[in-house]
């Protein structure tokens, strides 16, 4: 048996398919129901797909410590949602295992169920919102109730929830922190993706910081 046959065999067991979800999900990535019938492009596309739908093979990547990485179409979103919790400073541990830990007990759901299935990623997603919101603040209100388009950001709703700890009432100064953490002008208060992941990093530092010496 070929590397990728044995690979595609323990993705099965993994992710929970039955004998006719599996081979249904063969015949739509290949046309094929056997892997043996495969060639080994095919094969590989096999595997990318699984591996899109949380398959974590052995030897995977790994974090700092040797816990394996969340793996997954939705691994990433909950990811950056649980970082920006912790950039609130209402979560002190960012490792993904206290992301699990947390998510099993606010909605009994296991790891292998948020990572693949979208309704149960809905579910893990809205109640870490629910959470950010009451805990520290963020106001995710839809895009249709802000005026201003860059209003409309996740990084701007996260980043104001955080000045607003930092610095209440204080709107004005917001700005002129972030244009000395991004540099430059952000004078239309666009800002792309990983300019607010600057922000939100640069203001959990903070917020942090005056935790512990408070």
Do not use: C
Not at 7 to 31: F, M, N, P, S, W
Not at 201 to 206: D, I
Request: net charge positive; charged share 30%; glycine share 10%.
């Amino acid at each position: 048996m070929s590397n990728s046959i044995a690979a595609i065999h323990v993705a099965k067991k993994q992710l929970g398919l039955d004998e006719d979800t599996y081979r249904g999900k063969l015949r739509l990535i290949t046309g094929k129901t056997s892997t043996k019938d495969m060639s080994e492009a095919e094969r590989q596309q096999v595997l990318a797909v699984f591996r899109n739908e949380g398959f974590a093979p052995v030897g995977a990547a790994r974090r700092e410590g040797g816990r394996q990485k969340l793996a997954g179409k939705f691994a990433k979103k909950l990811q950056a949602l649980w970082i920006a919790a912790y950039n609130l400073g209402i979560v002190r541990d960012r490792d993904d295992a206290a992301l699990e830990s947390f998510i099993k007990r606010q909605t009994g759901i296991e790891r292998e169920r948020w990572l693949r299935h979208a309704d149960d990623a809905s579910k893990v997603i809205d109640a870490l919102k629910v959470w950010m919101a009451r805990e520290g603040g963020v106001d995710w209100s839809s895009a249709g109730m802000h005026p201003q388009s860059y209003m409309r950001a996740t990084g701007y709703k996260i980043a104001a929830a955080q000045w607003a700890i930092l610095s209440p009432g204080d709107r004005n100064g917001m700005w002129q922190a972030i244009v000395a953490i991004v540099g430059g002008s952000v004078l239309d208060r666009h800002l792309d993706d990983q300019q607010w992941i600057r922000v939100m990093n640069a203001f959990g530092e903070r917020i942090r910081s005056r935790k512990a010496g408070a």
